[in-house]
């Protein structure tokens, strides 16, 4: 597995990526978020999240645009890490600093099981795609059109959509769909899956794909 280390602070970058390389991991080490968005594509990236040159977090959402590898948070209990917020900017998961090395190693395989277990990747997926009225869901390459035209999501808003899509019609709640398309050491608010309810909904074009079912949770189904 190839893992991009975005860290500046030199005696961490060192010993992480001397561990790293040592339990079988090839590992590239960048010190700025503008070396980050450089960096050639990874299977996995380490995200400090106070940077010299730019917010990890604008750092993670502009990763988040152009790679679909996990990225894995390095706060430091001083900053505040919202984790909402870090799982809103497409952020899997986070380790808060100081870290043991084997923490952070059962993090990265935990992370990169769940990320090839998720419906829609590696083996997972059917090489057909999935039509539901006049929306096309491709779980191989994580595509969505309506009416042949490509709607732009996110990780997560495709996610979201994918789980509502395995079975369309079925009310999803909102703890099954945390469980399904986040992870269960993320529980946070459920408004969380409303914010990402109506961002979807916003780019599918109208709020008749994903219905609301009062007290319980939402479903996906095509406009009548
Ligand atoms: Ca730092």
């Known amino acids: 597995m190839k893992i991009l280390l975005v860290e500046d602070d030199r005696s961490i970058a060192n010993s992480v990526v001397e561990g790293l390389q040592a339990a079988g991991f090839t590992v590239t080490h960048v010190a700025t978020g503008a070396g980050a968005l450089a960096a050639d594509e990874h299977d996995m990236i380490l995200l400090d999240l106070g940077l010299p040159d730019m917010d990890g977090r604008d750092v993670c959402r502009d990763l988040r645009t152009r790679t679909k590898a996990p990225i894995i948070m390095l706060t430091a209990r001083s900053e505040e890490f919202d984790r909402v917020l870090g799982l809103e900017l497409g952020a899997d998961d986070y ?88 992870d269960a050491h993320w529980y946070g608010p459920t408004k969380t899956v409303d914010a990402h309810v109506a961002s979807l909904r916003k780019k599918l074009g109208g709020h008749e794909w994903i219905q609301a079912v009062r007290g319980v949770g939402f479903r996906l189904e095509p406009p009548e």
Not at 126 to 151: C, F, H, M, P
């Open 95 to 182: 380790v808060t600093k100081p870290f043991s090395f084997r923490e952070l190693v059962a993090r990265i395989r935990a992370v990169a099981r769940r990320s090839a277990s998720e419906p829609g990747t590696a083996e997972a997926e059917s090489t057909e795609a999935q039509s539901v009225g006049g929306l096309k869901i491709d779980r191989r390459t994580r595509r969505v059109y309506i009416d042949d035209n490509e709607v732009q999501l996110t990780a997560k808003e495709f996610d979201l959509l994918a789980f509502l899509a395995g079975d369309v019609g079925a009310v999803r709640t909102r703890t099954e769909i945390l469980e399904n398309v986040w």
